[in-house]
């Protein structure tokens, strides 16, 4: 393990895993009012499963931080959900949300489009997609569970850098 020199957290700079969780909420809140309006309008189910994905992306690196990941090694884990998930689960997620095999399956679906940019930079295609509600549910689900562990751990030093 290689420990960096970070700004401490509320310091100028710093990154916290309150902070992260914040702004996951923010666009799960944003994806949840999208989402509500995707089956009456077109063109807003992409915006939705964006916002969505980039949700459980910050909650779990709100957890990771958490845990006492450096700014590096959460860079690393880079906008793959599933990598995000893994180390979450090999740092105890299990212990404040129950991640089950649909969770997981969700997560799959999504990751694919997600890590390649695809809601973003349009490539023509077929993708599975995991249904829209499920992915909401399972970002709400991610935020709701983590939020006390971020609090409680946003003033953590971090050392991890792997």
């Known amino acids: ?5 970070e700004p401490k957290a509320g310091e100028p700079g710093s990154t916290t895993s309150m ?6 909420l923010e666009y799960l809140e944003a994806g949840r009012i999208i989402s509500n309006e995707a089956p009456r309008k077109r063109f807003l189910q992409t915006p939705a499963y964006f916002l969505l ?18 700014i590096n090694a959460l860079m690393r884990v880079n906008h793959v959900l ?8 090999e740092h105890g ?20 489009t997600y890590k390649a940019k695809d809601f973003e930079y349009l490539r023509v295609g077929y993708r599975q997609l995991p249904q ?13 569970s983590l939020e006390k562990f971020c609090r409680i751990n946003r003033d953590r030093s971090w050392t991890i850098d792997g």
């Open 53 to 70: 994905a980039r949700s459980i992306e910050l909650s779990l690196k709100g957890y990771l931080r958490g845990c006492g990941f450096t």
């Open 1 to 5: 393990m290689k420990v960096t020199t």
């Open 19 to 24: 902070g992260l969780w914040r702004y996951g």
């Open 82 to 89: 599933k990598r995000a998930l893994a180390r979450a689960v």
């Open 132 to 144: 829209l509600s499920d992915l909401l549910a399972l970002a709400d689900k991610l935020s709701k």
């Open 93 to 112: 997620i299990q212990n404040h949300c129950v991640i089950t095999d649909s969770d997981r399956r969700i997560i799959e679906l999504v990751d694919l």
